[in-house]
């Protein structure tokens, strides 16, 4: 499938938010994405646990997934992307994130990771 590759995101918590990335072949032409599922989430850090519903055996993870969406699927363009109230609950600070791709095959790959800073909007304030 696709290399995986590193981008920082910026998220003003308050605003929408929304993001598109293109996967290319090794040849550079756009990878088809056609019936490939996508699924993304941000985190405070990898291994971010809920510690009060958690135990040693079986950890619950603390992570706020994105919306994801094929744009254009010829042309290997996908989205991530949260409203403007799934972002007002972010605290602001350093996160990380990734993408997961599951291909028509079924193989999961994850194309994309990075870290999202966030930031506390000024039309948050207007409300």
């Known amino acids: ?57 079986e950890p619950v993870y603390n992570f706020v997934p994105f919306t994801t969406s094929v744009v254009d699927g010829t042309g290997g363009v996908y989205s991530i992307a949260m409203s403007a109230a799934e972002t007002e609950k972010l605290h602001e600070g350093k996160y990380v994130y990734n993408v997961i791709v599951e291909d028509v095959n079924g193989t999961k790959t994850e194309v994309v990771s990075g870290l999202a800073f966030v930031e506390k909007g000024f039309a948050s304030l207007l409300t």
Not at 5 to 34: H, K, W
Not at 37 to 52: G, N, S
């Open 1 to 57: 499938m696709a290399i995986q590759y590193q981008v920082n995101i910026q998220v003003t918590s308050g605003c929408d938010f929304r993001q598109e990335f293109t996967l290319a072949n090794p040849d550079l032409t756009p990878m088809n994405l056609t019936g490939a599922v996508f699924k993304a989430a941000l985190a405070k850090h990898p291994e971010a646990v809920r510690a009060y519903l958690s135990t040693r055996d």
